[in-house]
């Protein structure tokens, strides 16, 4: 079994910086892929950015504010987010994948990321 940790959440106002941290432990895989998923209040999950490990991928949503960096060797992915906005306020989940091809990182889709974290708050106030 693989279990992700996240830490790092909490609360920031709008325009600060907050990075997230999830690491992975117990019989990990080669995890090709770690990224984040985010579900907002009355909102579905989505993808926030995921990396495979160099390549990094985002949703438009964050483009240019967030930052992800995957250190495969050590099972370990963050999320740095700058220019916080309200509509960022969400449960962040850090999500892995073994031996996946880095076109199926890309698209961050549920149902391809079979280990997920329990999720963090992150609460962006205006």
């Known amino acids: 079994q693989v279990q992700l940790v996240e830490s790092g959440g909490g609360s920031v106002q709008a325009g600060g910086s907050m990075t997230l941290s999830c690491i992975a432990s117990g019989k990990t895989l080669p995890l090709n892929c770690m990224g984040w998923f985010r579900r907002g209040p009355g909102k579905e999950r989505e993808g926030v950015a995921t990396a495979y490990p160099l390549n990094t991928y985002y949703g438009d949503s964050v483009k240019g504010r967030f930052t992800i960096a995957h250190n495969k060797a050590k099972n370990t992915v963050t999320l740095q987010m700058n220019s916080l906005k309200p509509e960022d306020t969400a449960i962040y989940y850090c999500?892995?994948?073994?031996?996946?091809?880095?076109?199926?990182?890309?698209?961050?889709?549920?149902?391809?990321?079979?280990?997920w974290g329990q999720g963090t708050q992150v609460t962006v106030s205006s």
């Open positions: 999500a892995a994948a073994g031996l996946v091809s880095g076109g199926t990182c890309r698209l961050m889709r549920i149902p391809d990321f079979p280990y």
